[in-house]
C-alpha cells in the first residue's frame, strides 16, 4: 500500500458521508479576519456568558477593541510580543485573546492552577513580557514575577463586566466573604475595567498579520518532560476553524443561535479551537469556570439548555453518577463531542443512555491545531476517533519509518495546514517530530480501517511489553471500564522477573466491596492471559491532569 491509496481511502469515505473534501484555508489571511467577520454577520446574536452575564457579538467585538487599542497605545509592547493570559472560563477571556490578536501580540495561554516553577518556566521560556490573569490566582505569579522578564500585570475580578450592582456585589462577595482572593501584589499593575476606559480613548491600529506569522504559542502539559511552546501560526488556526466547519456539516447543527456548553478550561487547545469555531459559526457559549463543581455544571446545564456539550471521559464518568444531571432533560441536546482522552465504550454508553445523545470522538494535539480527526455525526464508529477533516493526511509507519497497510498497528504521522510550525526555540526537538517533507509524528499507536477511520492503540511511550507481546492501556482499561462497580482505572506496567513487565491496574470502585481477584476475573472473560493485570492497587481517585487526562506516568513512577 502506498499514501495514495491512503488519501483515495480516505476521500472516498468523506465523500459517502457527504462532507466536503476541498475547503479554501485562505478565506481569511489570519484569525483577526475570521472573528472580525464573524462579529459583523452575527453581530446582535449572544456570544458568551460566564457567572450569570452574557456578551453579544457587538459588545465582544467593542471590549476586544479596546483591549487591543490600549495595548497598542499604552503597554509599552510591540508588535510579536508575548502576552500570557492566565484565566479560567470567563468571558474577559475571550475578551482579552482577542484584544491581543487585535493588537499583533501573540497569545501565551497560561493554566490557572500551574506552580510557580511552570508558571516561571512558561514566562521565561516564552519570553511573556505582560500578564492578564484573573484575581482568584493571581497569587502564585505574584511570586514568580520578579524571576521573569514580565513588566506589567494586567487584573480582572471575577464579576468585571458584569453591569452594577451586581458586579460590585459578586466582587465582594468572592473576595471578602468567601475568601477566594488570596492576597498578592504586583509592582506594576492595573485593573481590566481601567484597561478598557483607557482603550476606549485610544485609536486602535489595524493589523494584518500574515498567514505564516505567530499567533499563539500554546505549551504542552509537560508530562512527558519540559513543557514546550507549539508555535500556532494564524494560517494553523484559521485552518483548523474551517476544517472543524466542514466537518461539521455532519452534525445537526444550525451554529448560528445555537448554544454551546463549554466546561473545559479554555486555555487548553481542545476548548480553544472549539470557542474559537463558535465565535465563527455565531453560537452562544456558556463558560463553566470550574467544571470539577458539578453543581455549577448541571446548573448551567438545566438553565441555557445546550445543543453542544464539549467532554470528555472523566467528565461522562462524574456527571453520569450525579443525581442531579441524571433528573435533566436532554431533548435539546443534539451533540456532544470528547477528545482530550480516550473514549471507553462504557462511558460512551452510559452518556448515550441517558441523554439519547451518541457522543462523538476526535481525535487531536497541541501541535496540530489541535484537531485531526473526527467522527462525523451521521456516522459515528464509538471505538474509533474517527476520520480525518478535510485536507488532512494521515499514516502509520513502523519504527523503521515504513508505511504500514490497513489494520497494521504503527505511529500514527499527520500532514496538514494546522500542523504547528515548530517548538518555539526547539529546532532539535521540533526534528524529532516533524521530518522534512512536514508530516508530524504523533507518537501515538494507531491503526487506519479500511474503511477510512481511525483507531487509536495507545501512546508509544504508555505500550506496556509482556513476555514480548505488546500490551496497550486503553485496551485493558476500556474493557475493565464495562465493570458495573468500576468508576475509572489505568493501566500501567511495571517491572517483572519473569515476564519483562506485567500490568498493574488501579481502579476507583463504586463497591467498596469489590476485590482484587474479581477484577481479575472480569478481565479474564474478556483478555488473553498475557493481558490479565498481575496486580490491582484501589484508589479513592487517580491523579489527572487540570484538562481531566488520568496521569499514567504519575501512578507508574510512583
Known amino acids: 500500500m502506498d499514501q495514495a491509496e491512503v488519501n483515495q481511502t480516505i476521500e472516498a469515505a468523506l465523500d459517502r458521508l457527504g462532507i466536503v473534501t476541498r475547503i479554501d484555508i485562505d478565506r481569511y489571511q489570519n484569525i483577526i479576519e475570521l472573528f472580525e467577520d464573524a462579529f459583523e454577520r452575527h453581530s446582535d446574536e449572544v456570544a458568551c456568558s460566564s457567572v450569570g452575564h452574557a456578551l453579544t457579538y457587538g459588545e465582544l467585538d467593542l471590549l476586544s477593541s479596546h483591549v487591543a487599542g490600549w495595548l497598542q497605545s499604552d503597554s509599552g509592547l510591540t508588535v510579536g510580543d508575548r502576552v500570557a493570559i492566565q484565566m479560567p472560563n470567563l468571558i474577559q477571556y475571550l475578551v482579552a485573546v482577542l484584544g491581543v490578536l487585535r493588537a499583533g501580540l501573540v497569545v501565551v495561554n497560561t493554566n490557572p492552577l500551574y506552580t510557580a516553577r511552570e508558571l516561571a518556566h512558561q514566562f521565561n521560556d516564552a519570553g511573556v513580557k505582560l500578564l492578564m490573569v484573573q484575581a482568584n490566582v493571581a ?68 493589523v494584518n498579520p500574515q498567514p505564516h506569522e505567530l499567533a499563539m504559542l500554546q505549551y504542552t502539559g509537560g508530562t512527558t518532560g519540559v513543557a514546550k511552546g507549539a508555535m500556532l501560526s494564524h494560517r494553523n488556526l484559521v485552518a483548523n476553524v474551517l476544517q472543524c466547519d466542514a466537518l461539521f456539516t455532519s452534525h445537526q447543527l444550525a451554529g448560528k443561535g445555537d448554544t454551546f456548553m463549554q466546561p473545559l478550561p479554555v486555555y487548553h487547545i481542545y476548548a480553544f479551537t472549539a470557542s474559537m469555531y463558535a465565535l465563527f459559526v455565531g453560537a452562544h457559549t456558556v463558560f463553566i469556570p470550574n467544571p470539577r463543581d458539578l453543581a455549577s455544571v448541571v446548573g448551567a446545564f438545566k438553565r441555557y439548555r445546550p445543543q453542544l456539550f464539549c467532554g470528555l471521559n472523566t467528565l461522562f464518568v462524574a ?146 511489553v509482556v513476555s514480548g507481546f505488546n500490551v496497550y492501556p486503553n485496551e485493558l482499561e476500556d474493557v475493565l471500564a464495562g465493570h ?66 488520568i496521569l499514567r506516568r504519575e501512578l507508574r513512577d510512583n
Open 319 to 464: 456527571l453520569c453518577n450525579d443525581k442531579g444531571f441524571t433528573s435533566l432533560d436532554f431533548s435539546h441536546l443534539k451533540v456532544t463531542l470528547s477528545g482530550g482522552m480516550a473514549l471507553t465504550e462504557a462511558a460512551a454508553g452510559e452518556w448515550q443512555a441517558l441523554t439519547g445523545c451518541l457522543v462523538s470522538e476526535g481525535y487531536g494535539l497541541t501541535e496540530t491545531s489541535p484537531v485531526a480527526t473526527s467522527n462525523p455525526g451521521n456516522a459515528q464508529q464509538i471505538g474509533t476517533i474517527g476520520v480525518p477533516v478535510p485536507q488532512t493526511q494521515v499514516r502509520v509507519i513502523d519504527d523503521n519509518g515504513k508505511l504500514l497497510g490497513f489494520e497494521e498497528a504503527g505511529e500514527l504521522c499527520i500532514f496538514g495546514p494546522q500542523v504547528m510550525q515548530g517548538y518555539w526555540q526547539r529546532p532539535d526537538a521540533t526534528a524529532e517530530v516533524i521530518d522534512a517533507n512536514g508530516w508530524f509524528a504523533t507518537g501515538d499507536i494507531a491503526i487506519i480501517q479500511p474503511d477510512g477511520y481511525l483507531r487509536i492503540v495507545d501512546r508509544k511511550k504508555d505500550m506496556i
Open 139 to 206: 497569587q502564585t505569579a505574584a511570586t514568580v514575577l520578579p524571576r521573569t522578564g514580565v513588566k506589567q500585570v494586567v487584573v480582572t475580578e471575577l464579576a468585571d463586566l458584569h453591569p452594577q450592582p451586581k458586579r460590585f456585589l459578586i466582587n465582594f462577595v468572592v473576595k471578602h466573604v468567601k475568601k477566594l482572593v488570596p492576597p498578592f501584589t504586583f509592582e506594576r499593575t492595573i485593573s481590566l475595567r481601567d484597561v478598557l476606559s483607557l482603550g476606549a480613548k485610544r485609536a486602535r491600529q489595524a
Open 484 to 549: 458495573p462497580d468500576v468508576l475509572e482505572c489505568a493501566a500501567v506496567g511495571y517491572a517483572d522477573s519473569a515476564s519483562g513487565e506485567a500490568v498493574k491496574m488501579f481502579v476507583v470502585s463504586r463497591n467498596p466491596a469489590l476485590g482484587e481477584q474479581e477484577v481479575k476475573d472480569f478481565c479474564r472473560q474478556h483478555l488473553t492471559a498475557y493481558k490479565i493485570p498481575k496486580r490491582v492497587e484501589f484508589r479513592d481517585e487517580l491523579p489527572k491532569t487540570n484538562v481531566g487526562k
